[in-house]
């Protein structure tokens, strides 16, 4: 079983930064991608970023053109805790933020297998 945890969220003036953090816990070691995914009101969940060992042996980092440049992924192992750095935020980053695992494609939303409850993400202008 697996759980994920967010936290971080909260409001922020545009131009602001933000980290989040998914804390995670049970049998996580068959993860091929853990990644971040948003939604804001009305709209789809998209893919914001991703770490995937999908396409060769080592985890990559991918992300959403919307957020390339703005946003860093990482993880820390020994805690088993998966960031997602937010800097230069926009009011279009608004939205709930879910950090979830799959064991395949880091971008396709039907690939994940567990997802977090989502922490909300508010940018004023």
């Known amino acids: 079983q697996v759980q994920l945890v967010e936290s971080g969220g909260g409001l922020v003036q545009a131009g602001g930064s933000l980290r989040l953090s998914c804390a995670a816990s049970g049998r996580t070691f068959n993860s091929v991608s853990m990644g971040w995914f948003r939604q804001a009101p009305g709209k789809d969940r998209e893919f914001v970023a991703a770490?995937?060992?999908?396409?060769?042996?080592?985890?990559?980092?991918y992300y959403a053109d919307s957020v390339k440049g703005r946003f860093i992924i990482s993880k820390d192992n020994a805690a088993n805790t998966l960031y997602l750095q937010m800097n230069s935020l926009k009011p279009e980053d608004t939205a709930v933020y879910y950090c979830g695992l799959s064991h395949g494609s880091y971008s396709s939303f039907s690939d994940y297998l567990y997802w977090g409850q989502g922490t909300q993400v508010t940018v004023s202008s």
């Open positions: 770490m995937s060992r999908s396409d060769g042996p080592f985890y990559l980092n």
